[in-house]
């Protein structure tokens, strides 16, 4: 057989694979929030539920992978459904540490202030004083920090209409708030197991399987692990999905790709020491070889931007809920409130002040 279809396959890759690199680099560790990976539904539910729900699927799915391992071997782990299933078990293995940890952090938090206000007997003023002019310093934001929040919700917090992109005030987010190193890694391996689960599951179902029928290996599919591996994967990601808070920038369909590319790598690297094809469509020296490949980097692709196009459904619909929970309110109403307060506690009440203007804190 001629070689160029495989060199072919080989520049394509590897050009793919380079511009996602040069991607990843030029926007990669942009501001995501540490609030965004283990809240639910950006606050609207108690985060315990999600990591219960992260929790139950870490262990149902390393159960049915362990199971899977023991019956086939290793050789198991030359199929892309296996690779993506273990990819699945590890995102929901980081979700759970990461919710696990920012609940025990924040229940400490509210520990440490209950305290510290306890050991101030009498001065509830002061400390609220304090604080009303901490917010006051630190509260108004630029216009141009908020466009770069992909969910325009900083801090986790609700923002009320008329504030924000709009009225030019968020509140300007601390230090300690940004993302550390696993909770990228949690979102990079959610959006990853997204779109790869659903491109897995719909090329199984409408490629492979009518195949399997037609050679008579349907026993293959139709069966326990498959069925984890190709319908319940894809529910688990569904309700994962709707209950997170977290974003799909457009530049993290590189990580897809990469992902792509390196399962491809080890197909290459496979076979001549023996190693089956897998799957028809990787064998590099057909002279339609390059239309494959050319297929399935798109069609990754393109599943990408269906999640992306839920993602900004599920957005939509968590700012309408938010609008209803608040009243318009203006940028200067905010600050008579927070000036009044002051005034109210540097006389030496502790009480709400009685003001003509709407109390918005």
Same mark, same amino acid.
């Given at each position: 057989?001629?070689?160029?279809?495989?060199?072919?396959?080989?520049?394509?890759?590897?050009?793919?694979?380079?511009?996602?690199?040069?991607?990843?680099?030029?926007?990669?560790?942009?501001?995501?929030?540490?609030?965004?990976?283990?809240?639910?539904?950006?606050?609207?539910?108690?985060?315990?539920?999600?990591?219960?729900?992260?929790?139950?699927?870490?262990?149902?799915?390393?159960?049915?992978?362990?199971?899977?391992?023991?019956?086939?071997?290793?050789?198991?782990?030359?199929?892309?459904?296996?690779?993506?299933?273990?990819?699945?078990?590890?995102?929901?293995?980081?979700?759970?540490?990461?919710?696990?940890?920012?609940?025990?952090?924040?229940?400490?938090?509210?520990?440490?202030?209950?305290?510290?206000?306890?050991?101030?007997?009498?001065?509830?003023?002061?400390?609220?004083?304090?604080?009303?002019?901490?917010?006051?310093?630190?509260?108004?934001?630029?216009?141009?920090?908020?466009?770069?929040?992909?969910?325009?919700?900083?801090?986790?917090?609700?923002?009320?209409?008329?504030?924000?992109?709009?009225?030019?005030?968020?509140?300007?987010?601390?230090?300690?708030?940004?993302?550390?190193?696993?909770?990228?890694?949690?979102?990079? =391996?959610? +959006?990853?197991?997204?779109? $790869?689960?659903?491109?897995? *599951?719909?090329?199984? @179902? %409408?490629?492979?399987?009518?195949?399997?029928?037609?050679?008579?290996?349907?026993?293959?599919?139709?069966?326990?692990?498959?069925?984890?591996?190709?319908?319940?994967?894809?529910?688990?990601?569904?309700?994962?999905?709707?209950?997170?808070?977290?974003?799909?920038?457009?530049?993290?369909?590189?990580?897809?790709?990469?992902?792509?590319?390196?399962?491809?790598?080890?197909?290459?690297?496979?076979?001549?020491?023996?190693?089956?094809?897998?799957?028809?469509?990787?064998?590099?020296?057909?002279?339609?070889?390059?239309?494959?490949?050319?297929?399935?980097?798109?069609?990754?692709?393109?599943?990408?931007?269906?999640?992306?196009? =839920?993602? +900004?459904?599920?957005?939509? $619909?968590?700012?309408?809920? *938010?609008?209803?929970? @608040? %009243?318009?309110?203006?940028?200067?109403?905010?600050?008579?409130?927070?000036?009044?307060?002051?005034?109210?506690?540097?006389?030496?009440?502790?009480?709400?002040?009685?003001?003509?203007?709407?109390?918005?804190?």
């Amino acid at each position: 057989m001629a070689l160029w279809p495989a060199i072919l396959c080989a520049i394509l890759l590897g050009v793919v694979f380079l511009a996602s690199v040069f991607v990843i680099v030029a926007f990669e560790g942009q501001g995501l929030e540490r609030e965004r990976i283990w809240q639910a539904r950006s606050g609207h539910y108690n985060a315990r539920w999600l990591l219960i729900y992260r929790a139950f699927w870490l262990v149902y799915f390393f159960g049915v992978d362990c199971y899977d391992v023991s019956w086939h071997g290793a050789s198991a782990f030359l199929w892309y459904t296996q690779w993506n299933f273990s990819l699945v078990i590890i995102f929901f293995l980081c979700g759970t540490l990461v919710s696990s940890l920012e609940l025990w952090r924040s229940r400490a938090g509210k520990q440490h202030n209950e305290v510290r206000e306890m050991q101030i007997p009498g001065a509830e003023g002061d400390v609220e004083l304090a604080r009303r002019g901490e917010d006051e310093e630190d509260i108004w934001a630029s216009d141009e920090e908020e466009d770069r929040r992909p969910l325009g919700q900083p801090n986790g917090r609700k923002v009320p209409n008329g504030v924000g992109a709009k009225g030019g005030a968020v509140p300007r987010r601390r230090p300690e708030d940004d993302a550390g190193v696993l909770e990228y890694a949690v979102q990079i =391996l959610f +959006q990853t197991c997204s779109s $790869s689960v659903l491109l897995v *599951d719909t090329v199984l @179902w %409408l490629v492979l399987f009518p195949v399997s029928v037609e050679e008579g290996r349907t026993s293959e599919i139709l069966n326990f692990v498959s069925y984890n591996e190709h319908i319940i994967n894809a529910v688990a990601m569904a309700g994962e999905f709707w209950l997170n808070s977290m974003a799909f920038p457009v530049f993290r369909m590189s990580y897809v790709v990469i992902w792509a590319c390196l399962y491809v790598l080890l197909e290459w690297l496979a076979h001549p020491w023996g190693s089956k094809w897998t799957y028809f469509f990787l064998e590099y020296r057909q002279p339609t070889s390059i239309l494959w490949y050319a297929g399935l980097l798109l069609l990754h692709c393109i599943f990408f931007g269906v999640c992306y196009w =839920l993602s +900004q459904l599920k957005q939509r $619909s968590l700012d309408r809920a *938010d609008s209803k929970d @608040w %009243l318009p309110i203006d940028q200067n109403l905010y600050r008579k409130n927070v000036v009044v307060e002051r005034e109210h506690l540097v006389a030496g009440n502790v009480g709400p002040a009685s003001t003509p203007f709407e109390r918005v804190y």
